[in-house]
């Protein structure tokens, strides 16, 4: 562990990651895939925590729209969507006898933990996996921000960003422009002027505010996650030292 770069990491996995071709679910595969890299850090000797998104479930401001509900409603509803797919990644990285648990912003005593600050670091160092549903408890916020958030509150070293098939912060969408330029290292404040849109403006805020470090990666890619702990090329750099090697 005392080689790592990074002993003590948030990793934010959207909800349409966990779809990979399909429209709508999670895809055995891909989430298996999640479990493992999250298995390679554990046994690396990191101390991770999780926060998964909901969008391959519900996505609230999309679907307020379309259902006519007010948004407040359709993002609690979004946050139910977290809590599922908390739920199932639990139960999948279980499967390779990691001690995990899910702290929840929302109360669901039957299905999860009370998020609670200290109680979250706690697990941590005792080298439990701690998965974080519920978003920030609150509608109106993304579960960028809950991961930013919770990142800053769990004192994270670094805030990983797992993407699915892009493999950093490109000048514009590389799944629709040939000639999209691959960051390496960009600032906050540039990706917010830029208004690039791999990461809410909001979550970048909150990250430079308490010195955190992000990198965007493919989470596709094997043993990615332990590269980026080890200190070497992965993804796009956001915030931090420019110097580093991604």
């Known amino acids: 562990m005392s080689k790592l770069k990074y002993k003590r990491i948030l990793l934010k996995i959207s909800g349409e990651a966990l779809m990979d071709e399909q429209s709508f679910g999670i895809d055995p595969d891909t989430i298996n895939k999640v479990a493992k890299q999250i298995k390679e850090v554990h046994d690396m000797g990191a101390q991770i925590a999780v926060v998964v998104g909901g969008g391959n479930i519900f996505r609230g401001v999309q679907n307020s729209i379309k259902l006519g509900m007010d948004q407040a409603s359709a993002d609690y509803v979004g946050m139910l969507a977290t809590t599922m797919n908390a739920l199932v990644l639990q139960g999948v990285i279980k499967q390779y006898n990691i001690r995990t648990r899910v702290l929840n912003a929302i109360r669901m005593d039957q299905i999860a933990e009370p998020y609670i600050r200290l109680r979250a670091i706690r697990h941590l160092e005792k080298g439990r996996v701690v998965i974080f549903a519920g978003g920030t408890g609150n509608p109106f916020f993304t579960t960028d921000t809950a991961a930013a958030l919770r990142a800053s509150e769990i004192n994270a070293e670094v805030m990983l960003m797992a993407k699915n098939k ?23 404040d540039d990706i917010i002027r830029k208004d690039l849109k791999v990461i809410d403006t909001s979550a970048v805020s909150l990250c430079k505010n308490n010195n955190i470090p992000i990198v965007v990666f493919d989470f596709a890619s094997n043993g990615s996650i332990e590269k980026i702990l080890k200190g070497e090329k992965e993804g796009t750099l956001i915030g931090g030292e420019k110097n580093y090697a991604c």
Do not use: Q
């Open 166 to 188: 892009v493999d950093g912060v490109y000048d514009k969408d590389p799944r629709k422009y040939a000639d999209a330029i691959k960051f390496d290292y960009i600032s906050y």
